[in-house]
């Protein structure tokens, strides 16, 4: 498995050069989880999963650019039917994907 971090700031102004970046994780060149960056998507990955949608996890949030690849999210997003729901597992490209639900009380 090759891990590449391509950011780790949330929605707070950038205090640190390697913290300049919104979330984005790269496993193997092809799955891209939480694009918080447009510029991610350089890595023309084959897989985009999004943890919640939120602006700093799923760029076009706030955005109009939306990506034109298939997309998995535990939730409905309704400027993109690219964004198909996660529930349970998926397996890609040899990795079993589980998305777990979460209940805000």
């Known amino acids: 498995m090759k ?15 390697y913290h300049s970046k919104h979330s984005g994780v790269l ?3 092809r799955i891209l989880f939480d694009p918080g960056e447009e510029e991610f998507l350089d890595h023309q990955p084959e897989h985009i999963f999004i943890t919640h949608l939120h602006p700093d996890h799923a760029y076009f949030v706030r955005d109009s650019n939306i990506p034109d690849v298939e997309m998995h999210a535990p939730e409905k997003f309704n400027k993109s039917p690219n964004i198909k729901l996660i529930k349970g597992s998926k397996n890609i490209h040899g990795y079993k994907i589980t998305a777990i639900p979460l209940f805000i009380v």
Do not use: Y
């Open 27 to 29: 496993i193997d060149n």
């Open 3 to 17: 891990l590449k971090i391509l950011g780790t700031r949330g929605e707070i102004e950038s205090s640190a050069p």
